[in-house]
């Protein structure tokens, strides 16, 4: 016969290894996403090239089906600085009209340039990572491509 006491022991100690096993896994996939550094968008394909106008308007027309399409790709958006400040971090966010009173497209550059090398009412193009509407477009690590 069988000793269930034995079989109570080796199953504990399986769950015990497994646990183990996927704590370290766990924390090492977070280590590894901490560390990790930011793509250089200007070397990566945009999934959509589109005015900031069009973006805001995409939004406001269909939210759902615009978050569905446009969040977590790499937008490239081209449109006129409404205005320029510093973000959290070091971080340069520029603001682009889109044509609604409401909303705009707000990108936060990845490297932080002089803030002088931008001025109000100029043409500009940047590459970023879609982050959703929240009233504005968000775009993350942007980077410069037309200035």
């Not at 982050?131 to 968000?138: A, W």
Request: net charge negative; glycine share 6%; proline share 2%.
């Amino acid at each position: 016969m069988v000793n269930r006491e034995n079989i109570m022991k080796r199953s504990l100690k399986i769950a015990l290894i497994a646990a183990s096993f996927l704590a370290l896994a766990g924390i090492l996939f977070g280590l590894w996403m901490y560390t990790r550094e930011s793509q250089d968008l200007r070397k990566v394909k945009p999934d959509f090239i589109l005015s900031a106008e069009d973006l805001v308007k995409a939004f406001e027309t269909d939210e759902t089906a615009s978050s569905s399409r446009y969040t977590g790709k790499i937008v490239e958006v081209t449109g006129t600085i409404q205005s320029v400040r510093p973000g959290e971090n070091n971080a340069l966010t520029i603001s682009l009209n889109s044509g609604s009173i409401l909303s705009s497209v707000i990108c936060t550059l990845q490297e932080n340039p002089d803030t002088s090398d931008f001025r109000t009412g100029e043409q500009i193009t940047l590459r970023g990572e879609c982050s959703g509407f929240l009233m504005d477009v968000l775009l993350n690590n942007c980077s410069v491509i037309q200035k």
